[in-house]
């Protein structure tokens, strides 16, 4: 029953912005992890940006200084940030969670259908 549906991608040329929001839905007891990936079309899915649900942040290299990745618990809610965008920044974006379901013994992985986002001149 839970479901996790991503918004705000888009077209932008390089150096704009966009904010991704990733919200889960369901009897949701709580999010643990939650974090953003992202696969280009014929390269492997990386790592974007994870937080904690205490707000601890890590990064893949190439995005630090330029995504910013937050939550808001209340909401059950994921935001990427991302500022300075680059072409190679182009992909669909795929956020995770773990999430805990009030009839779950414990957290499961979901991920959502993704958003694309391309970034071109």
């Known amino acids: 029953q839970v479901q996790l549906v991503e918004s705000g991608g888009g077209l932008v040329q390089p150096g704009g912005s966009l904010r991704l929001s990733c919200a889960a839905s369901g009897s949701i007891f709580i999010i643990y992890n939650m974090g953003w990936y992202r696969q280009a079309p014929g390269k492997q899915r990386e790592l974007v940006a994870t937080?904690?649900?205490?707000?601890?942040?890590d990064y893949v290299a190439s995005v630090k200084g330029r995504f910013t990745i937050s939550r808001d618990n209340a909401k059950n809610t994921v935001y990427l940030q991302m500022n300075s965008l680059k072409t190679e920044d182009t992909a669909v974006y795929y956020c995770?969670?773990?999430?805990?379901?009030?009839?779950?013994?414990?957290?499961?992985?979901?991920w959502g259908q993704g958003t694309q986002v391309t970034v071109s001149s």
């Open positions: 995770s969670a773990g999430v805990r379901l009030y009839t779950d013994y414990k957290p499961n992985d979901t």
């Open positions: 937080i904690t649900r205490g707000g601890t942040t």
